[in-house]
């Protein structure tokens, strides 16, 4: 199994960056896929974006070219690059990590993310 532990969230204003980090602590970081996940009030969970072992990423459309999902395998660390911050970016973000062939299994408490107009 594995532990995720985010950090890094904070309040910004629209246009403003963050740097999201999700430490990996119980079992092999580098066998795992890895993603971020947001979900704001009232709203679903939903998927920002996902990194292969290998370093691939996917991104959904709405972060698309503003959100870099990057991974440290050495470190057992992920993170999430944000720039041009919007409104609607605002929620709690959440790491995970799943296996192939899996959904998402393990999962971080979250860390706030609020961007002001």
């Known amino acids: 199994q594995v532990q995720l532990v985010e950090s890094g969230g904070g309040s910004v204003q629209a246009g403003g960056s963050l740097r999201l980090s999700c430490a990996a602590s119980?079992?092999?970081?580098?066998?795992?896929?890895m993603g971020w996940y947001r979900q704001a009030p009232g709203k679903q969970r939903e998927l920002v974006a996902t990194?292969?072992?290998?370093?691939?990423?996917n991104y959904a459309d709405s972060v698309k070219g503003r959100f870099t999902i990057s991974r440290d395998n050495a470190k057992n660390t992920m993170y999430l690059q944000t720039i041009s911050l919007k409104p609607e970016d605002t929620g709690v973000y959440y790491c995970?990590?799943?296996?192939?062939?899996?959904?998402?299994?393990?999962w971080g408490q979250g860390t706030q993310v609020s961007v002001s107009s």
């Open positions: 995970a990590a799943w296996t192939r062939g899996s959904g998402p299994t393990y």
């Open positions: 990194i292969t072992k290998g370093g691939y990423a």
């Open positions: 119980g079992s092999i970081f580098s066998t795992y896929y």
